[in-house]
């Protein structure tokens, strides 16, 4: 358990310091091109994909295993499953132009609220009906323009044998919009580090599978309930799978 504790440390001091060393150097590369790009966080959001790959590449416990479709679709809403903190960068590994949200607080640490926000991660307080609101006007105009969206529709971690009951917004959003649902199946990262324990699981290399699905379309179900249970049924199978 010690090992493990310390090479949980060890993540956690990675994760952070690549973070600190690539940080000014793309601070100067973003405010370069701020005046001259529509979104100039996708800069940002390249230089942190890397990051991410040189941590999972440090990281041997956890051996990524992707299985992604050939194009992916722009302007998209994509849902994945949820087992452990590790799925945020996994996400941000090969998704591009994207907005997520969470309900971790991340302005309690005003350094991470801010590389959240450069990178794209939204906070939100679920008891903040004007915040709520006002996010998810941010979140339809975002999909209009194409750019694309990551939601984890159980909103929180599971336990990586059952899924939650689904939350509605995905679906709302994707009725709204008329833009495609994408689900992805993370399966694995739960038996590296799990919710509520500070200590990795394991110290032997994990693979953690990563599927995506093919895009499910609002137009072929008749409301967002009918598209929420297809979904949440169609990944609780293949999660199970």
């Keep these: 358990m010690r090992l493990n504790c310390l090479l949980s440390f060890y993540a956690f001091s990675l994760f952070w310091g690549i973070i600190c060393v690539f940080t000014l150097p793309s601070l100067v590369v973003y405010f370069s091109v701020y005046p001259f790009l529509k979104y100039p966080q996708d800069t940002f959001q390249n230089l942190a994909s890397v990051i991410y790959k040189i941590f999972f590449f440090l990281l041997p416990v956890a051996k990524l295993e992707f299985d992604l479709l050939e194009e992916m679709p722009k ?16 996400l941000g590994y090969f998704i591009k132009n994207y907005l997520t949200v969470t309900n971790l607080n ?34 339809e105009e975002l999909l209009r323009q194409n750019r694309n969206i990551i939601i984890f529709p159980e909103g929180t971690r599971s336990d990586g044998k059952k899924l939650h009951k689904f939350k509605k917004g995905a679906f709302r959003l994707a009725m709204k919009t008329g833009k495609p649902v994408v689900p992805i199946i993370i399966d694995g990262s739960v038996k590296v580090v799990a ?31 009918e598209l929420l249970e297809y979904a949440h049924n169609l990944m609780e199978y293949k999660n199970n799978v």
């Design 75 to 90: 302007g998209a809403i994509y849902i994945s499953t949820h087992q452990s903190s590790l799925d945020y960068p996994i």
């Design 106 to 139: 991340f302005t309690v640490i005003p350094f991470a609220s801010f590389v959240g926000k450069l990178i794209g991660a939204r906070s939100l307080r679920k008891n903040n009906l004007g915040e709520i609101a006002k996010m998810y006007n941010e979140l």
């Design 195 to 225: 919710k509520g324990d500070p200590c990795f699981k394991t110290t032997k290399t994990t693979p953690i599978k990563v599927k995506m699905l093919e895009p499910l379309y609002p137009k072929d179900f008749k409301d967002e309930k």
